[in-house]
Structure formats: C-alpha cells, structure tokens
C-alpha cells in the first residue's frame, strides 16, 4: 500500500457525462500529479499541483480540469466524456517539489465510457 | 519535449537467468530515471530509482546503470523468479520545477518456472 488513495474504483458512464475523480496524497506530500494510463497511448502525464497551484500541464484534453484543495486532495474532473476516455486513471504523490521526487502512485480509478 | 524510448516489449527468461531492459531518453536536461513494476490491473510500484550523479545503483538482485552521455540507462535483475513476471516501466523527469514523468511504453517480462 503506497499510501495514496483514489476513489471510486470503477466508474462506468456513457458519453456526453461528466465524472470526477478523487485523489488524496500520502500523509505529509505537497504534490499531486494525474496519469492516463490507456493501451494505445500508455502511462501520460496529464497535471501536477503542489500545496494548491498547478505547476505543469501535460497532454491533458480542454474538456478535463483538476484542482487542488487546501487539505491537499485532489479532484480530476472529466467532461463531455468520449469513448476514447475510457483508461486506467492513477494519481501520484510526492513529498516536496525540490528534491529527487519519488512519485508513489495510488490504486487507479477504471473510467469506462460506453 | 521529453521521449523516451523502451526495449523489449516483451521479454521471457527462463527461472533464474537475468533479464535487462533498456530505456534511452532525448532531453539532455532530465536528471531522475526511475523504474516502475506494475502488475495486471494494479498500480505502478516504485522498484529503483537513479539520479544523474550516479552511474550505478543496485538493490539486491536488481540494478540500474545510467550513461548520460549516450542518454541511455537499463534496468538489470538477476536470478529471475515467477514473481518478477509483470510489466516493467522506466521513466525520466527534468526536476527543478518539472517533475512530472514521461514513461516509455513499457515492457511485459515473463519469467517461466
């Protein structure tokens, strides 16, 4: 058990929907990130937040957003889902933004669209 | 941006032998290349990590070597157990303000008793 945890577990919707998706950090990390995890694409980098700003964007679609709250949870909001939305979504925490920065990844969320 | 690239796919070793995975990296400023094992339907796990300072590290039957002036660094596990069977990621990040991984495309290890 790394420590962080996602919920829900699966999530099943149908197109058009929107979902959101929980993470909280381990006890004591600042930084949170999202990753996409599909077959054709593999793990993707989608956002990083620390203590509550966003500090970098990856190959994350305009119809997605994240936040950061001051209890350093986080949510990953999905929208206006499409088929090709369907993936394994993890979050990964990690304790400080200057150093080496081990990623300890929670669970994942299954999202399928049908 | 960062790509990095991974070799094999896929890979089978008999019980025992060793298994070496390859990773080479394009950006010239990453400087943390981390290794991940996930199994079927869980979460990648954290198995060794090496930072640009250091050309080698090893923890028990598995081993990193980095080279950084080929951009290139492989994961090494010897006397391979059933256990070991599981997909294999490597990644690289920039740090300083940029820690986020690119991942190559991993490679599915199977280790057959």
New interface residues.
């Given amino acids: 058990d790394?420590g962080v945890t996602q919920t829900p577990k699966h999530l099943i919707t149908a197109t058009g929907q929107r979902v959101t998706l929980r993470c909280s950090p381990r006890s004591g990390d600042l930084?949170v990130?999202w990753?996409q995890q599909s077959l054709d694409q593999?793990?993707?980098?989608l956002i990083?937040y620390y203590n509550g700003e966003e500090?970098?964007k990856?190959n994350i679609l305009e119809r997605f957003s994240a936040q950061q709250f001051p209890d350093l949870h986080s949510e990953l909001n999905l929208s206006s889902l499409e088929l090709g939305d369907s993936a394994l979504y993890?979050c990964a925490s990690?304790v400080e933004?200057g150093s080496?920065?081990?990623?300890?990844?929670?669970?994942?969320t299954r999202l399928t669209v049908l | 941006g960062e790509n990095v690239e991974q070799h094999p796919s896929t890979l089978s070793v008999q019980e025992g032998d060793s298994a070496v995975i390859k990773c080479t990296y394009s950006d010239s400023a990453s400087n943390?290349f981390?290794w991940?094992k996930q199994e079927l339907g869980?979460?990648?796990?954290?198995i060794i990590?090496i930072?640009s300072n250091v050309g080698e590290k090893k923890d028990q039957r598995i081993a990193v070597t980095l080279n950084k002036t080929a951009k290139h660094f492989s994961l090494h596990i010897t006397e391979t157990q059933p256990e070991d069977s599981a997909v294999y990621?490597c990644a690289a990040?920039r740090?300083a303000?940029?820690?986020?991984?690119?991942?190559?495309?991993?490679t599915k290890l199977s280790v057959i008793p």
Avoid at chain 1, 42 to 45: H, I, K
Avoid at chain 2, 97 to 106: A, R, V
């Fill in positions: 790394s930084s990130y990753y593999g793990l993707q980098f990083q500090r970098a990856g993890f990690s933004l080496g920065n081990e990623q300890f990844f929670g669970p994942g | 943390y981390p991940y869980k979460r990648p796990q954290l990590d930072r990621f990040s740090g303000g940029s820690y986020q991984l690119t991942f190559g495309k991993g």
